[in-house]
């Protein structure tokens, strides 16, 4: 197995500047791409003074600092990815157009790379069909934000090699992360356990059981989460929350992944949640809560 030099990125939001920030620092080559100009215009920035609060915090050494930045590069096409040993895709939790993406990737990916998809839900089996390389696709599902959360859920599809499976996981361990293994079913480990959580918090917010931050209280300080469920579901982005609910009512069929209506309307209403100031709560506004 050939160690991973070069990986490319695409989708440059949470996860992906997340991932790709790591990947340099750690020291491999990326290129990130993502098809709105703006959203890697901001990952350009973000992703530097994330690096550059590291060193002066002395977190990472100046010269780790500027290695990372020298190694990362940003792409407005999809071209550049033919280097790349891996490719990650971070992009929007859809199907189609997960599955458009990946077509193209194998025309543009060398034989010999990996495509991996960061998906919280999404089926990898389907995602590989579309593609010439379905023993080389394979699910490396980061946990948000990705440069600290310790795991890297890594998800086998119905024709993942194991040799795809050994380079994902040794590129995990090279990132720091702990791995666990699951197999192809609708949100995997992770999510499929902590959805239907968050789905009945937004259930007991709409029936009136308790205010969000008694809920949130609750479960932090009654079950030891180091986050409440509506605060994490802001973390994460209820837009974000709402696909992977559909994908494990779909790939189920049980009533109870049904999304919570609060759910739907916060999203109908584009309160996706920290990322654009208002969710469950309302972030331009330091500390004061959103009426429901
Ligand atoms: P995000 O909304 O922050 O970023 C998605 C980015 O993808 C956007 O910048 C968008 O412009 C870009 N994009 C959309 N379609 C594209 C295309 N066809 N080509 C290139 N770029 C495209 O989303 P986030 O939160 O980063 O999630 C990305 C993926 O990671 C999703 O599959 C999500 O389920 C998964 N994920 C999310 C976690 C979270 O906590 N938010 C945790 C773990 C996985």
Known sequence: MAETKVIGVIGSGQMGSGIAQLA????????????????LSRAT???????QRLVSKGHLSREVGNDAL??????????????ADVIIEAIV???DIKKKLFSDLDKIAKVSAVLAS??????????????????QVIGMHFMNPPPIMKLVEIVRGADTSDETFVTIKSLAERLG?????????????????????????????YTGVATKEDIDT?????????????????????????????????????????PCPLLVQYVDAGRLGKKRGIGVYNYQKVAEAVKP
Request: hydrophobic residues 40%.
């Open 24 to 39: 340099a620092v750690r020291g491999i080559d990326v290129w990130l791409h993502d098809s709105d100009p703006v959203a």
């Open 45 to 51: 920035k973000t992703i530097t003074a994330s690096i």
């Open 70 to 83: 020298r190694r990362l590069r940003y792409a407005s096409n999809l071209e550049e990815f033919h280097s």
């Open 93 to 95: 939790e859809s199907e």
């Open 118 to 135: 960061n998906t919280s839900s999404i089926s990898i089996t389907r995602l590989a069909s579309v593609t010439n390389r379905p023993n």
């Open 177 to 205: 992360k702990t791995v666990i293994c699951s197999q192809d079913y609708p949100g995997f480990i992770v999510n499929r356990i902590l959805m239907p959580m968050i789905n009945e918090a937004f259930f007991a917010l």
């Open 218 to 258: 609750g479960m932090k300080l009654g079950t030891n989460h180091p986050m409440g469920p509506l605060e994490l579901a802001d973390f994460i982005g209820l837009d974000v929350c709402l696909s992977i609910l559909k994908v494990l009512h779909a790939g189920l069929g049980d009533t109870k992944y049904i």
